[in-house]
T-cell receptor
């Protein structure tokens, strides 16, 4: 089936540095999402993105977070600067339409470890 | 706000056992309820969804229904196999206008022993 690829699978970074998580969504999808999962807890919505713009974001999407998809390349989540509480697995997802109308396809996640 | 509670963190069964996993939810809208399955090393993938209370979703031998009266949502399978070992997440998506957010439960890790 359709695949969402996330690069890298694991990233280790020092607190205060910048990190960019990359997502290669399904090729004809129009909506893109990031979810965050702290170990042992549920996946929580961060942000969704459509037509070059953030459509919705949660309170977890702090000012230090940003997303973009320049020229149809990777959909990225940038955190600058990182904090210890940013350590989590970040899942990217894409869908052709909005959530209730179509299926979200998730990547395998990027495990971010902030030291 | 919307939330999903999935209390069974781990379930261990033997092959051909009956599976039943339950979630409860809280929402002020008319939600679609979903089950996702995550195999080791992969992202969550949609298993099935139910858009209307008391309707049944069926996929790959799994069934799910949701009960609006008790605000509960369950997943069942008559006879599990070792290949069903995975983490199962229940999730909720609201009806419009705020329909672009999935709310997940914390997951149930199913281990099926041969």
């Amino acid at each position: 089936g359709p695949k969402v690829l996330q690069i890298p699978s694991h990233q280790i970074i020092d607190m205060g540095q910048m990190v960019t998580l990359n997502c290669d969504p399904v090729s004809n999808h129009l909506y893109f999402y990031w979810y965050k999962q702290i170990l042992g807890q549920q996946m929580e919505f961060l942000v969704n993105f459509y037509n070059g713009k953030v459509m919705e974001k949660s309170k977890l999407f702090k000012d230090q977070f940003s997303v973009e998809r320049p020229d149809g390349s990777y959909f990225t989540l940038k955190i600058q600067p990182t904090a210890l509480e940013d350590s989590a697995v970040y899942f990217c997802a894409s869908s052709h339409w909005g959530t209730s109308q179509n299926t979200l396809y998730f990547g395998a996640g990027t495990r971010l470890s902030v030291l | 706000g919307d939330s999903v509670t999935q209390k069974q963190g781990q379930v261990t069964l033997s092959e051909d056992d009956f599976l039943f996993i339950n979630c409860t939810y809280s929402t002020t809208t008319y939600p679609t309820l979903l089950w996702y399955v995550q195999y080791p090393g992969q992202g969550p993938q949609l298993l099935l969804k139910v858009t209307t209370a008391n309707n049944k979703g069926i996929s790959r031998g799994f069934e799910a229904t949701y009960d609006k009266g008790t605000t509960s949502f369950h997943l069942q399978k008559a006879s599990v196999q070792e290949s069903d070992s995975a983490v199962y997440f229940c999730a909720l998506v609201e009806s419009p206008p705020n329909y672009n957010v999935l709310y997940f439960g914390s997951g149930t890790k199913l281990t099926v022993e041969p």
